[in-house]
């Protein structure tokens, strides 16, 4: 929104809001916001985040060497970047750019499981703990906020000890550090929610709870979620490259930024000189994970109205 | 009684509360270690070893008792400080209590240190940001807290590495001391009190400069955080009364901002410390591990790579009383700045 529109702020808030669909509700404020600065972080965030998984989709035809087989070394190892390897070549002799193209698939597909499980555990139970209150509720939020206390990453590096490599693994592993936080933000927007006239008109006719839950809570409180969504998958991203620095992530030959990064630093290239064979699969999880910050932050900018009430 | 309100009777509630928190946290550990499918020396011998390996050591660490019996050896273990002794081939055969103890300096060393940069760096750029609010330099140091803040650790190590340390020569590369001379004598465990405390110069600024990249690192990443909530705390407190009240009497400026609304504004900066430490010492195995800083996350990484059992048990432990002790001392600073948060 323009400074000259604001003049019209309180004829617009006057007129009815009308629900409208999920997309709609997130597309709104990016379409009639797209020139301030939340609403610009906001559309390359989402870019950026658009083209990471064009290149995960297409990393099969846009890799120009094989990435995993015997045919994967291509080329004498360590090889500074040139006009035919553009980011050089790492230990084993393999393409450092098809490695980085390859690893958007493995990282976002750990992120995706990651964070989609977390939200399909911390949503319901969130909804359930902040809908019913009293004792169950603070038992719950007791046992989440001890766990949310924890460094995320020792807790996910435990259970990744436990369950051991590869991708799926490593999924389960980060989601119990995101559980937490989706439980949290469900259960106190359904504290608020649960307040609200219409909710108290449907208990008043008689709406069973799982009725009031699921089909008047539970809607409003996945609006908030966005937010949340993007910023706790770059966080996600983060942790996974961190377990697989540590070893405990993918296993070789995947590819995949962290154990790229992780390979580099046991084979101490940086002390050697050479930098590209943990430059380029670092500033590819850098620029993911500012995409989905920058998408995060501006979408809770622009949709988060405590933050427009101050900005007012 | 004390008095409802006053810092003792904060203090003594907080210190009460602390206990379930503490509990829920070793049960969790409990749980992962234990309950997740198969059960550890599975895990660690990866079904390599031989059936009477195997069942030899889980009856030595207690596994084939039944789930009750194992929490109930296992709190008491705790309780006591004894987490039995380690069974990796490098610290084989000692006390874990013991190795963790003699690696802990090191982390404390480096959180101290970085704690140091993130305050100095982020609360310089939040306040920065936050008097010049919607100009550029708020948008750069805006950027800065985002963009910083999701910067991998391991890979900002090793690029300060390679500039600083391989290019420049100015910094060594890592580990915590010089091979080519001795440590200073052990009294403190961490060697910039210690060889200060020995007069022995010399050996400080060599502890020092080895210091200086783990804690850059680390501490760049966590100013991050510090940025965004000093600013945000900045416009809040910006806009109260009490500075509105000020600039009405002509107090200048500078004076408003340092004296009414930044001393209000880092309240809630200290509310999120506890959290910054949680993400502090999760920082600090990156860190130790790309800096090959010879601490406790360090130990951490080589007995999960040794699979040392005991001795992941016994580290991880020792965090979850770090994180719980040190969410404590927060509340309590809280309380003592903050009188409304004592109810």
Redesign the interface.
Known sequence: MTESDDSFADVKAQQPVLPRPFLGRLLHPLMENRRT?AGVLSWIGLGIVVAFIVIAVLAPILAPYPVEGPSAIVAPKLQPPSLTHLMGTDESGQDVFSRVLWGAQTSLEVMAIGVVLALAIGFPVGLYSGYSGGAVDRIIL??M???Y???????A???A????KGVFNIGIAITVIYIPLYYRVTRNQTLSIREETYVEAARGLGARPWTIMWSYIAYNVLVTIPVIFALSA?DAI?TA??LS????GIQWPTPDW?LD?SI??TFGD??N?V?WT??F??LM??LL??GL??LG?GLNDLVNPLLKK?RA | MPRRGSLVAYGVTRLVMAFPMLLILLTVVFVVLRIIPGDPIYALYGGRAKPSVVMAQRHKLGLDQPLYLQFANYIAQVFTGNFGTSLGPIFGGQNVMDVIMQRLPATVELAVGSMLVATIIGISVGILSGINRDRIVDVVGRLYGTIIFVIPIFWLGLMLQFVFAVDLKWFPVNSRFDVSIPPPATITGLYTIDSLLKGRLDAFAVAVRHLFLPCLTLGLVLSGFFTKTVRANLLRTAGADYVEAARARGIRRRAIVMRYAFKNALIPVITVLGLEFAILFAGAVLTETTFNWNGMGLLLVNSIEVQDYPLIQGTIIVYSFIIVIISLMVDFLNGLIDPRVRY
Do not use: H, K, Q, R
Request: glycine share 16%.
């Open positions: 600065l007791l046992i906020d001890s766990i206390a924890f460094p995320g990453l020792l807790l590096l435990l259970v000890v436990m369950l051991g770059a983060l490259a961190g620095f540590l070893g405990l962290g990064l580099a630093n940086i002390g000189g930098w943990s430059f699969p670092g999880i850098i994970t500012v910050s920058f932050e101050e």
